[in-house]
């Protein structure tokens, strides 16, 4: 049988879905910072590559590509401006050389790209497994986001998308929203962009960069509780995985007041009315993405009224997320496939029949959820600081005085086997330069890492406090001299 008609098959359920994976030969390829985003993607799909600027496994992780020398380069403004520079490097290009198959260099995912990547892409014969950056750049928008969830029937925090010219205006233009509120420009990473505003003070600190936007989105500020849930646009209907918490403006995890910081899943996080409506509004968000012209991978932050309840939405990621390591590490994804393969699926060019409905019923069965969390640890002081020794990623062990041993290297956070466990992601590496907001590393464990009212357990305050002891570093004085991405390298 040759390989066109091989691939005319139609695909009947998850059972077909996922032998076909375990049998591609497809060279499939996530390139990033790092490979955070799709860990353990290689052992569901044949064939699939990490393509990596930072190494986090020094070299033992056996599906991790990262070159060795590095060659001259603009300063990195982006994880765009990270990836664009393995795209143009000779051992990153000469390494897909090799590995394409019948003169096929085979597809790409990133966590972000731009117009740069696919001109880049295309050069090396690597088809994009996702829609156009420039699609993915307006509905990243949060204004846009604003736009598409209205047509949606989706309800937003009651809010007003104007410009803003000073503090004055801003009372004018958001007379209805009271004076307490919050301000998000169109484009933000983990809350570096969200800002909360009660008076003028507060809105001077800020005033230059919301008022150089055309357009802001400013909210009525409410108590709330952040959550996330991720979901995938496939041409038989949006797949909805749980809903998860979200970790935001740990002081000892993040230096950004609305920034995300983590997440846990847990059977119950939520009351059912609550995931009901969650479901439904996510539901409802991917049948109007897809009206728009999307399909794949995307994450919706929802915001929960703590004073009476209500549920909207916070924002849309048009991506694999930062959340997207506990979303696909679940027991749900598991005993089924990972939503990324799903995602994957839509730009195979093969037929699939899938039950989208039974598939959504089953994910959303409190049995088949078990309980995560992960910690986003970020360098919180207002520094640049050169680091000479960090920890290494693997296994790590909690004793009862707060100490902590690395005890095993494993690339899997599935060897957790207690709560007094947790595996780590090494980003910040030695001899690398730190600086506030930058990521240090990544914490996975089982259980979870916040109480009942949203405050860190003494657990967590105890295992970052020990990370952060893993870390030695100096503070470097001279700011010019070292150029330095100050953007997040996993959301």
């Known amino acids: 049988m040759d390989k066109a008609a091989k691939d005319s098959k139609v ?8 032998r076909y994976f375990y049998k591609n030969e497809v060279p499939i390829y996530f390139i990033s910072a790092t490979n955070f985003n799709l860990l353990g993607a290689d052992e569901w799909i044949r064939g699939f590559r990490f393509i990596c600027h930072i190494e986090c496994f020094d070299g033992l992780h056996p599906n991790v590509f990262s070159p060795k020398q590095e060659i001259p380069h603009d300063e990195f403004e982006s994880i765009e401006d990270i990836n664009n520079y393995l795209l143009q490097h000779p051992e990153v290009q000469d390494f897909i050389r090799r590995r394409s198959k019948d003169g096929e260099a085979g597809k790409a995912m990133f966590l972000m790209f731009d117009e740069t990547s696919e001109k880049l892409a295309q050069k090396l014969g690597l088809e994009i497994m996702f829609p156009s950056a420039r699609m993915r750049n307006d509905m990243d928008n949060k204004v846009n986001t604003n736009r598409i969830a209205e047509k949606a029937d989706v309800p937003c925090v009651p809010n ?3 410009a803003v010219e000073d503090y004055k205006h801003l009372l004018r233009v958001a007379a209805d929203l009271g004076d307490d509120l919050v301000i998000q420009t169109p484009f933000g990473d983990s809350g570096h962009t969200t800002f909360f505003i009660s ?17 802001v989105k400013v909210m009525k500020r409410i108590n709330c509780r952040g959550a996330a849930i991720e979901a995938c646009v496939t041409r038989h209907g949006t797949i909805v ?16 007041k609305g920034g995300w910081c983590g997440n846990e899943i847990y059977a119950d996080a939520f009351t059912p009315e609550l995931r009901a409506k969650a479901h439904e509004y996510t539901q409802l968000f991917g049948n109007q993405l897809r009206e728009e012209g999307y399909r794949g991978y995307f994450e919706l932050d929802f915001l929960i009224d703590q004073d009476n309840g209500s549920i909207y939405l916070g924002e849309l990621n048009p991506r694999v997320t930062g959340a ?23 730009w195979m060019d093969v ?6 409905d039974e598939i959504n019923e089953r994910w959303s069965n409190q049995e088949n959820i078990d309980g995560w969390s992960q910690l986003v640890i970020k360098h919180t002081e207002d520094t640049i600081e050169h680091v000479n020794t960090a920890p290494r990623s693997g296994i790590w062990h909690l004793y009862d005085n707060g100490h902590i041993q690395f005890d ?28 506030e907001g930058a990521d240090l590393g990544i914490l996975v464990a089982r259980g979870r890492m916040m109480t009942d009212d949203f405050q860190l357990t003494d657990r967590a305050k105890r295992w970052i406090k020990a990370f952060r002891g893993q870390y030695v570093s100096e503070l470097f004085e001279d700011k010019r001299e070292k150029p330095v991405f100050t953007g997040s390298l996993t959301k």
């Open 408 to 435: 095993r290297m494993d690339t899997h956070r599935r060897a957790v086997d207690a709560e007094n466990e947790a595996f780590f992601l090494r980003i910040a590496k030695a001899g690398d330069y730190i600086y």
């Open 241 to 256: 995985a749980p809903l998860m918490t979200e970790l935001v403006g740990f002081e000892e995890l993040t230096p950004y």
């Open 160 to 162: 007003v998308l104007t």
């Open 11 to 18: 695909l009947n359920g998850v059972s077909d879905i996922r």
């Open 324 to 346: 997207s390591s506990i979303t696909n590490h679940a027991v749900f994804a598991l005993a089924d496939a990972p939503l990324y393969l799903f995602h994957i699926l839509e």
């Open 199 to 215: 008076n003028e003070e507060e809105f001077n600190k800020h005033a230059e960069e919301i008022s150089a936007e055309d357009e």
């Open 351 to 356: 037929d699939y029949d899938l039950d989208v």
